[in-house]
């Protein structure tokens, strides 16, 4: 029985209209050439003879074929023609920047107290050291963002872990509050370039249905930074000698060792995209509803190979520090991002970061004035063991964010009159696990704030920690779908405002618990969550309407 690539080279259609297929690519006569990956998708219920063989990822044998874009062309330096090994090893190297940042950040959580006792500081001032770290992390995006536009996410990113080691190596030999505090602030600015370029390198090297996996491991890599930091830092903090100069100087090592992976395993993945006219795209689908027919009579229930050649970059482009673009403006770079945030999908993302973040870090930077004192009596290390919860709610998050959120996407292309999914749609992913981030709040306000067994806090950690992977990671995705020409301008846009949203919960964490207590802190934070997932029910029902200005022109299609 033939398999599908040799029955498609065979369409004798496209041979007329002017086209050649090779092995599932698409020669466009006036524009780019471009491949097209091919899917099959099964036909509405009822329909008699509805294959029920899986074929390529995951997607059903069925009438129709669904192109999936951004589609690879045939030039061998286009980064979705990268090996599968390569394209995983540049999001866990570029993702591992941001675990970094945060474990180096949120490490010194746990030793408030020895930096109160060490350098004659209240607590408030010696929380400013992990304050102001998280708001310089927001405005450094300005910068780190248009320096990848005018010379390349890789020059970018390296440039950032080589200024953030050097930073590393400050805090661990500061000698006073002053130069810490200023050590601290440039760990944060130099920490930024990860949070918006890895999800425009996501979109770069990755096919629409395999994106949402994707940005759950990066969005699981920022939080867990969050996560691990602490809890090594309580193990240094009450073992080391050093205490937490131990950890800053562990935390430069690992800073080296990315480094290193960044250099031999992070290829420039900026690439200019041929795209083909409507009227090009609008043939192409419909040539392929009608030819399909033909393919399924004969198809092979084997799943097909993927529709185009892998192609891995010469270890010389590997290498070439920097991708100089002569065209692009730093100073237009650094004003784009602004202009996006008149956009409610913008403006909704960085709501719902910015909240679904500040349960979880409101949590660490009390975690040792609640634990260390009566009714816990914890030392450093066990107040680091609290992350374990938050550690689980991550993995789940990533799960049910990523792979979870793939295979919603997948049923509901399958479904899809247009063989796509639109946008909107991937907001449809919030609803398996909406729920758990926003209950991890009343269950840590009442725990917290009746003084109730650790475990309830540990499991309320958790399943705040959980919607701080689980809400940004589908939120992002969303957006990235949504503005995909803009992807990188809407990242920083995000980035930039909602580290300022969280940080003006931080700053104010401290006092506003003891002021406050508990209660009333976390049913506060239940309530904004609970508000933001509501937000993207209009966000839903606009997005169907195809007329509305402020969609119009700016739709992705998977």
């Not at 006569?29 to 029920?52: H, I, K, M, N, Y």
């Not at 005018?150 to 200024?163: H, Y």
């Not at 029910?537 to 509305?548: E, H, N, S």
Request: with cysteine.
């Amino acid at each position: 029985m033939r398999g599908v690539e040799e029955l498609a080279s065979e369409n004798k259609d496209e041979t007329r209209s002017g086209r050649r297929n090779l092995g599932g690519k698409q020669h466009f006569r006036g524009g780019g050439e471009r491949s097209v990956d091919l899917a099959l998708r099964p036909p509405r219920r009822g329909t008699p003879g509805s294959p029920q063989s899986q074929l390529a990822h995951g997607v059903s044998c069925s009438s129709w074929l669904v192109p999936r874009v951004r589609i690879p062309t045939d030039d061998p330096g286009d980064p979705l023609r990268w090996p599968s090994w390569l394209k995983l090893s540049v999001i866990l190297s570029t993702s591992l920047v941001n675990f970094v940042s945060n474990m180096g950040g949120a490490g010194l959580s746990v030793a408030v107290p020895v930096l109160m006792q060490q350098l004659q500081r209240s607590q408030a001032e010696v929380t400013q050291l992990l304050t102001l770290n998280f708001l310089f992390l927001g405005i450094g995006n300005i910068f780190w963002v248009p320096l990848a536009v005018k010379f390349g996410k890789r020059a970018s990113i390296i440039s950032s872990m080589l200024l953030q080691a050097g930073a590393l190596v400050w805090c661990a030999v500061a000698t006073g509050y002053d130069s810490l505090l200023g050590a601290r602030c440039v760990l944060g600015f130099a920490a930024a370039a990860g949070e918006s370029i890895v999800p425009e390198i996501v979109a770069d090297i990755f096919f629409v249905h395999e994106r949402a996996t994707m940005m759950a491991i990066y969005v699981v890599l920022i939080s867990g930074g969050s996560a691990v930091g602490p809890l090594i830092g309580g193990f240094m903090v009450e073992y080391a000698s050093g205490t937490w100069r131990s950890y800053m100087w562990l935390c430069f090592a690992l800073a080296s060792f990315n480094i290193v992976l960044l250099v031999f395993l992070f290829p420039e993945s900026t690439f200019k995209r041929p795209e083909p006219s409507q009227a090009q795209e609008l043939q192409l689908v419909a040539e392929h509803k009608e030819t399909t027919s033909s393919f399924i009579e004969n198809a092979s229930a084997a799943a097909p190979e993927d529709s185009y050649t892998t192609n891995t970059p010469p270890f010389k482009g590997v290498l070439r520090p920097f991708h100089y673009n002569k065209d692009a403006s730093f100073f237009k770079a650094v004003i784009s991002p602004l202009k996006l945030l008149v956009h409610p999908s913008v403006c909704w993302g960085i709501f719902t970061y910015g909240i679904s973040l500040s349960p979880q870090i409101i949590m660490i930077f009390n975690f040792s004035a609640l634990l260390e004192a009566s009714p816990y009596f914890f030392c450093s290390e066990y107040v680091g063991l609290m992350e374990i919860g938050a550690i689980v709610g991550f993995l789940l998050a990533c799960y049910g964010g990523g792979y979870l959120s793939d295979i919603v996407n997948r049923m509901i292309a399958q479904r899809s009159s247009s063989s796509s999914i639109r946008p909107e749609q991937r907001l449809i992913s919030l609803i398996p696990g909406m729920a758990i981030g926003p209950a991890g709040c009343i269950l840590l306000a009442f725990a917290c704030g009746h003084k109730l067994h650790w475990a309830a806090i540990a499991v309320g950690f958790g399943m705040v920690s959980f919607g701080t992977v689980y809400t940004p990671n589908i939120a992002l995705t969303y957006i990235v779908h949504l503005h995909q020409q803009d992807a990188a301008n809407c990242l920083v846009s995000i980035s930039l405002v909602k580290n300022l949203v969280a940080f003006t919960f931080l700053y104010v964490a401290v006092d506003w618990v003891e002021r406050e207590g508990y209660v009333q802190v976390f049913m506060i934070m239940f309530m904004l969550n609970v508000l933001a997932l509501l937000c993207a029910v209009p966000l839903y029902f606009l997005g169907r309407r195809k007329d509305l200005n402020v969609y119009n022109g700016m739709e992705g299609r998977a």
